[in-house]
């Protein structure tokens, strides 16, 4: 695997490359149309900022490390290699097609099964979060940690309701009906990438959701981890990239929440 001086030497250019594309979202927003949203899926809209977002950062990132794979949202590249980029070019599609802040560059590198790279670049506040394995987590170069508060009561969480897949819907409401009654309150921003970033800065204090892609969270995550904070699955495993649900919290309060998520969702 790479060193860590040579992980931070390419943190900084993966930056520039988020930041890059972030600066063409930006740009398309001021003049974006309803009319050019195009639909996947059930509640699932996608654009042709979205796709060139991706294009742009898939060749950016190919120049950066020759022979890397992609796994990536919109398909513009699929192989996989030693080392693997997983990206969201624009996580938050729905807010940004709506004009509602906020939404998100997300590029993570994943090498052996683990996540040693991430950047998270928010556009709309021209925020970049980023971390490398082992070397703390960042937002705008000063380094950033999770919050220190301890239990539930004190917190405020962060979720994405389902868009699809309702299969667990009931599961579902009933945590939000627990938190509703248990915490400070419940926020859903609208893009998972930012969700973990902000838990990892401290702005919440924990987060939850299902029905997520390995794009949605690869970048995220480890920002959270390299901030101090704790990432698993419903079931306190570590099937989170895959597993298309996730669990994350300041290490003070995790195991309330995580015990919570798990006996709504066994």
């Not at 919050?147 to 389902?162: D, Q, V």
Request: hydrophobic share 40%.
């Amino acid at each position: 695997m790479k060193s860590k001086e040579e992980l931070e030497t390419l943190v900084k250019e993966v930056m520039a490359i988020a930041k890059l594309a972030g600066h063409y979202i930006r740009a398309e927003r001021e003049q974006f149309s309803y009319s050019k949203v195009e639909i996947k899926g059930l509640n699932d809209l996608v654009s042709h900022v979205d796709k060139e977002s991706e294009r742009m950062v898939v060749t950016e990132l190919n120049r950066l490390l020759k022979g890397s794979g992609f796994l990536v949202e919109e398909n513009t590249a699929s192989e996989k290699g030693e080392y693997t980029w997983i990206v969201d070019p624009l996580d938050g599609t729905t807010n940004f097609v709506h004009g509602i802040p906020c939404y998100a560059v997300s590029i993570g590198l994943e090498h052996k099964g683990e996540i040693i790279l991430g950047v998270v670049y928010e556009v709309s506040r021209d925020e970049c979060f980023s971390a490398v394995a082992s070397g703390g987590a960042f937002l705008n170069g000063k380094p950033i940690f999770v919050s220190e508060r301890k239990s539930l009561s004190e917190s405020l969480i962060a979720t994405g309701f389902p868009i699809y897949n309702f299969e667990h819907l009931d599961n579902y409401l009933m945590v939000l009906k627990e938190l509703m009654q248990t915490t400070q309150g419940i926020r859903r921003i609208g893009s998972a990438a930012s969700d973990l970033c902000y838990l990892a800065c401290g702005r919440v204090d924990a987060f939850f959701e299902y029905n997520l892609n390995p794009w949605d969270v690869a970048a995220g995550a480890l920002i959270v981890r390299e901030a101090g904070g704790i990432v698993k699955d419903f079931n306190n495993g570590n099937k989170w990239l895959f597993g298309k649900q996730i669990c994350a919290g300041n290490p003070l309060l995790f195991s309330e929440f995580s015990s919570l998520i798990n006996k709504h969702f066994t």
